[in-house]
């Protein structure tokens, strides 16, 4: 093809001329029509569970200390770090919420911090923006927890509420719990402002349904009960067209550490010991049953599957889920 061969060569001559003449004709502050941005794209990923479309939307993310988990053994902390090609300290932690289109109702699980976390958190609702979710449409606001990082995103700024035709939804001994006075009677008083906000935040909607373990919030999604890092702590199980996602939220606060050694529970567990066993033995029951599922702070979009084994004599690996080119 020597045509071909011609046009290249032209083409890379008038290419290669170009370059050589462009550091004469152009100020080097002219160069870059396109500055570079400086932020990260929007955190959005979407997959499908059967019919339903999983919409996986980050509210950012924090640091954690890993002195908050105090049975952890700081070498071995140091070689998962390195393990992971993390640099060593604080663990980077994402907070992810997952929005869930049944085709019917339009679902939230979790609302992320809003403003109460400072500033790397409370994206939500940029993230639905530019997810194409509006939160006027949202029906329910489905609770893993009631902790700051999952509720306080119902608020705005300005405390009202975000979501403002949505029904919440939450375990009956979550409910209970927080709004026990004798349970934040019995807590530090920094614990007992979190028991405030979460009542304050609570009460800025008037439908509020209590759910038991097992409890079909709507076709298609029930709940789990998943004890320990709260009182009623509760995974949501999504079921459709013979396909599943548990969505579990805090089973694992640290996925560098936890997966590998799910015996070191967090310090903010309200019962560190039940949430261990629970953690335990959830981790067995998706690594065997080959389980999709998402968590609130694994690293975003938080979707996975677990396996047996690993690195480093882990007890278990996460294998994050591949891109979906297409739904
Ligand atoms: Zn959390």
């Known amino acids: 093809m020597p045509g071909v061969a011609r046009l290249s060569r032209r083409a890379f001559l008038a290419s290669a001329a170009a370059c050589a003449l462009a550091p004469l004709v152009l100020p080097r502050g002219l160069r870059a029509a ?5 932020t990260q794209v929007p955190a959005v990923y979407r997959t499908t569970v059967g019919g339903m479309e999983v919409t996986a939307l980050s509210d950012g993310w924090f640091d954690l200390s890993t ?4 049975g952890a053994d700081p070498a071995a902390v140091k070689a998962f770090q390195e393990g992971a090609f993390l640099p060593g300290g604080p663990l980077r932690t994402s907070l992810n919420t997952y929005a869930v289109n049944t085709g019917e109702r339009l679902i939230l699980i979790d609302a992320g911090a809003g403003g109460v976390f400072g500033p790397t958190a409370g994206m939500l609702p940029k993230h639905m923006a530019a997810a194409g979710l509006d939160p006027a449409k949202v029906d329910l606001v489905v609770l893993t927890h ?11 700024a300005e405390g009202k509420p975000l979501f403002p035709n949505a029904e919440l939804v939450v375990h009956e001994a979550e409910w209970a719990y927080w709004h026990d ?11 007992k402002a979190w028991f405030d906000g979460i009542r304050q935040a609570a009460a800025l909607y008037p439908k509020v349904r209590k759910v038991a373990d097992g409890a079909e919030v709507v076709p298609g999604l029930t709940a789990v009960a998943l004890p320990g890092h709260t009182p009623g702590h509760t995974g949501y199980r999504l079921t459709s067209e013979g396909e599943t996602l548990l969505v579990w939220g805090d089973v694992v606060h640290a996925p560098v550490l936890q997966f590998a050694r799910p015996e070191w529970s967090i310090a903010f567990d309200v019962d560190a010991d039940r949430a261990r066993t629970t953690r335990e033995a959830i981790l067995a029951e998706v690594a065997d049953g080959r389980t999709l599922v998402a968590g609130m702070h694994l690293d975003f979009p ?24 297409a739904l």
């Open 34 to 38: 396109q500055p570079p941005a400086g």
């Open 67 to 70: 002195e908050l988990f105090p």
């Open 146 to 156: 009631m902790h700051p990082d999952h509720i306080g995103g119902v608020a705005t």
């Open 181 to 191: 006075d004798a349970a934040r009677a019995a807590v530090p008083d920094d614990v």
């Open 302 to 325: 938080g979707l996975g599957h677990v396996a047996r084994g690993g690195e480093g004599g882990a007890a278990y690996t996460f294998v994050p889920v591949k891109w979906e080119h």
